[in-house]
């Protein structure tokens, strides 16, 4: 017997794909829900490796190929809690979406989680804590969005102890990671209904994301690779910056750094390399960076204004 949730899991695919690639997003997905953990691990081996060739092959198998299909969006503390929180079904699909999810492949806005949410085992965390390393802890931290999403992780991922958790508990866990110094991320794929419906908590000691955001930049690969930043920037104010240099090993995405210039301390930070996380913003001692809106960064994953835009397109039909 096929279970009701993977009826409904294969129905999704219906939403964007169709002929054999709807059929091959069947597969891929159910693959990638059932075996998520080895699925994650096995997608860095072959970055791994693709990281040892030359950059014109990289680039056209991990970012144009790969990363088109499976991204994310960086989101502040502030709109991850909006995210979790909302009451009212959101659907803003087409050229609105992909303004603040820029790609071409897999950026649908369709959120509809009221009461449907669950926490699964961070597949990123486990991989290092299976290889036998340091991995941040709690490992059990991956959000899940949306009835089709939660039913299919919570009756299929029995390893990944899937089960759903209520909306204050999932705030709770991101106050906690939000206190631990993690980055939000969104994700989105087109084996899963070409949407967003993961949420997680990320770290560049642990995250396949960052690891794959990092080596894209090592290998001097230019432009959007498979993280879109939040649509801020870090900014530092010099006046109030005493360089303590604590922002500098908590910056995720290796923006910040203190030299010596002078005989004085003074902290040098790549607007070009900020994503806009936020996270050096909590651990500044000086109050001294804020985040500001950055066109050159994207559209901000604006809770508030996505909802009013789905209402007034909803208004306009």
Request: glycine share 8%.
């Amino acid at each position: 017997m096929i279970k009701k949730s993977t009826k409904n899991f294969w129905k999704m695919q219906e939403e964007g794909a169709w002929g054999i690639q709807k059929v091959l997003n069947m597969i891929h997905g159910y693959m990638y829900f059932i075996l998520y953990d080895h699925y994650v691990i096995d997608a860095l081996v072959v970055i791994r490796f693709l990281g040892k060739l030359p950059k014109f092959i990289y680039k056209a198998i991990a970012i144009d190929f790969f990363g088109n299909r499976y991204h994310c969006k960086v989101l502040t503390y502030d709109n991850a809690r909006k995210l979790v929180a909302l009451e009212e079904s959101v659907t803003l699909p087409g050229e609105e979406a992909k303004k603040i999810i820029p790609w071409e492949i897999a950026n649908k806005l369709i959120f509809n989680h009221k009461d449907h949410l669950a926490i699964v085992d961070c597949p990123c965390r486990l991989e290092k804590k299976t290889a036998g390393r340091k991995c941040c802890e709690p490992i059990h931290t991956c959000i899940f969005m949306g009835k089709i999403s939660v039913d299919f992780v919570t009756s299929h991922m029995p390893r990944m102890h899937g089960e759903r958790a209520t909306k204050e508990q999932v705030l709770d866990l991101l106050k906690e990671q939000h206190r631990r110094g993690m980055v939000f991320t969104i994700w989105f794929k087109d084996a899963t209904g070409y949407r967003g419906g993961v949420l997680c908590s990320c770290c560049s000691c642990c995250c396949a994301g960052m690891e794959v955001e990092l080596l894209s930049r090592k290998k001097g690969v230019e432009g959007l690779k498979l993280t879109a930043p939040s649509g801020y920037s870090a900014v530092v104010d010099s006046q109030k910056c005493g360089a303590c240099g604590n922002c500098v090993p908590i910056c995720p995405y290796q923006a910040r750094q203190i030299i010596e210039l002078d005989g004085e301390k003074k902290l040098i930070d790549s607007i070009e390399l900020c994503m806009g996380c936020g996270v050096c913003v909590d651990c500044c001692p000086d109050n001294a960076i804020s985040l500001k809106v950055d066109p050159n960064k994207g559209e901000i994953f604006d809770v508030d204004l996505i909802v009013k835009q789905a209402t007034n397109q909803k208004t306009c039909k």
